[in-house]
């Protein structure tokens, strides 16, 4: 199985702050990497597939970028609606396998 | 606009069967070139998925799962379904079901993804 790895765990940050959340592969997923938005007792939002095409509907305020082992998800101003838990899923080969999270709170 | 809606017993005795059921409103299980999912979360914890099927009824298994888990499509009902046989409390968790899509890019290759998922349903095994 590939291993997701994502960094920080954890962060606190303000609005208006600019975000970047990483995600490691342990072995080179190309650009067939997800990201996803979760809210408490919600499930979670489709934010970016294939590392950087955002989905419908989703501010531009996200997006995505690299390729291989080593990739990111940002999100230029954080907006209060953006405190969330985030994940990244690769697509690359099954079993599809997701991040641990990262967990983005109010400073 | 596609909805997901999982169903099914919300207790569940160890050792016994899980079994839940997705049905999907808003447009056919069979249109389109959609893989349809089962994706779970224990509390507090992250994700994971746990296996697909095609319409055609072709599946997919996370092999750490493989030997206890059945998923069907009922394509006259619009629903999907899964079974997890000789459950433990490890397997307690907030279900999720999902539909798979998948886009293509310029060079033919194809990109899948969540793109709409049920609300969830918390399966909690105990005696």
């Known amino acids: 199985d590939i291993q997701m790895t994502q960094s920080p765990s954890s962060l606190s940050a303000s609005a208006g702050d600019r975000l970047t959340i990483t995600c490691r592969a342990s072995?080179?997923?190309?650009?067939?990497l997800n990201w996803y938005q979760q809210k408490p007792g919600k499930a979670p939002k489709l934010l970016i597939f294939?590392?950087?095409s955002l989905q419908s509907g989703v501010p531009s305020r996200f997006s995505g970028s690299g390729s291989g082992t080593d990739l990111t998800l940002t999100i230029s101003s954080l907006q209060p609606e953006d405190f969330a838990t985030y994940y990244c899923q690769q697509s690359y080969s099954t079993p599809v396998t997701f991040g641990q999270g990262t967990r983005v709170e109010i400073k | 606009q596609v909805q997901l809606q999982e169903s099914g017993p919300g207790l569940v005795k160890p050792s016994q069967t899980l079994s839940l059921t997705c049905t999907v409103s808003g447009g056919s299980i069979t249109s389109g070139s959609y893989y349809w999912s089962w994706i779970r979360q224990p509390a507090g914890k992250g994700l994971e998925w746990i296996g697909r099927i095609y319409t055609s009824g072709s599946t997919n298994y996370n092999p750490s799962l493989k030997s206890r888990i059945t998923i069907s499509v009922d394509t006259s009902k619009n629903q999907f379904s899964l079974k997890l046989t000789s459950v433990t409390a490890a397997d307690t968790a907030v279900y999720y079901c999902?539909?798979?899509?998948?886009?293509?890019?310029?060079?033919?290759?194809?990109?899948?993804?969540?793109?709409?998922w049920g609300q969830g349903t918390l399966v909690t095994v105990s005696s």
């Open positions: 294939a590392a950087s």
């Open positions: 072995q080179s997923i190309r650009n067939y």
């Open positions: 999902a539909r798979e899509a998948d886009a293509t890019d310029s060079s033919g290759y194809y990109y899948n993804y969540f793109d709409y």
